[in-house]
């Protein structure tokens, strides 16, 4: 079986910094995805990747850059970290992008901004 | 616009009791729909799919749910709760054409088990 590894679990910067969190999976499955998780908000979608390269957007972008430089990676990176954020980021893969199958996840990285 | 509703944000059950976890969703068509476990500190476990068929899914640890187009819900059962399935569930829908990769999710709803 595969597995969706993020790194790191825990992620504590300070307000303005610039953080990167990284995720590899090894299903080679085509399509990656981030999703934010707020308490009480579910999950919402950052950024989404069809293929290697490739990069679309989702409802909240606005702050966040990735990167798919390889199939089995996809990176986000905070561009300034807000005071007193917290939440939890999650990966996703699936097979394709419009073959509707559930995307599988990894356990998460858990941010704290001082 | 597709959304699910997770009407009730905290359910709890007694060991041994049966459980239903309630989800509505809104979507024009008859969408794919899945329900999720997240235990603390971990990801999203797929606890079952639903594909347009039977509308009774059985999934893992004795979950199945029920996909209703007539009251759009897609509701998770389980008979017998035992106390390791207390986590946060979650509902997703997703559309039947391009914007596949648009999985929306509910706000989950969090599971209490007492002894």
């Known amino acids: 079986g595969g597995i969706i590894t993020q790194t790191p679990k825990f992620l504590i910067g300070q307000e303005g910094q610039k953080l990167t969190l990284k995720c590899q999976q090894n299903f080679n499955h085509d399509t990656m995805y981030w999703y934010r998780q707020d308490s009480g908000k579910g999950l919402r979608l950052i950024y989404y990747?069809?293929?290697?390269?490739?990069?679309q957007k989702g409802d909240l972008s606005e702050g966040y850059d990735a990167s798919r430089e390889k199939k089995s990676s996809f990176s986000l990176t905070v561009t300034s970290a807000q005071k007193n954020e917290m939440a939890v980021f999650l990966c996703a893969s699936s097979i394709a992008y419009n073959n509707n199958q559930a995307p599988l996840f990894g356990e998460g990285t858990r941010l704290s901004v001082l | 616009a597709q959304s699910v509703t997770q009407p009730d944000a905290r359910v709890t059950v007694s060991e041994g009791a049966s459980l239903q976890l309630r989800c509505k969703y809104s979507?024009?068509?008859?969408?794919?729909l899945f329900w999720y476990v997240q235990y603390p500190r971990q990801g999203l476990q797929l606890l079952l799919k639903?594909?347009?068929?039977?509308?009774v899914v059985q999934g893992v640890n004795g979950f199945e749910a029920e996909f209703s187009k007539s009251n759009s819900s897609f509701h998770l059962r389980k008979a017998s709760v035992h106390w390791s399935d207390w986590a946060v569930y979650f509902c997703?829908?997703?559309?039947?054409?391009?914007?596949?990769?648009?999985?929306?999710f509910g706000k989950g709803t969090h599971l209490h088990v007492l002894p």
């Open positions: 997703a829908v997703s559309p039947h054409d391009t914007n596949a990769y648009k999985v929306i």
């Open positions: 990747s069809i293929t290697e390269n490739d990069l």
């Open positions: 979507y024009f068509g008859t969408p794919y």
């Open positions: 639903y594909y347009p068929g039977d509308p």
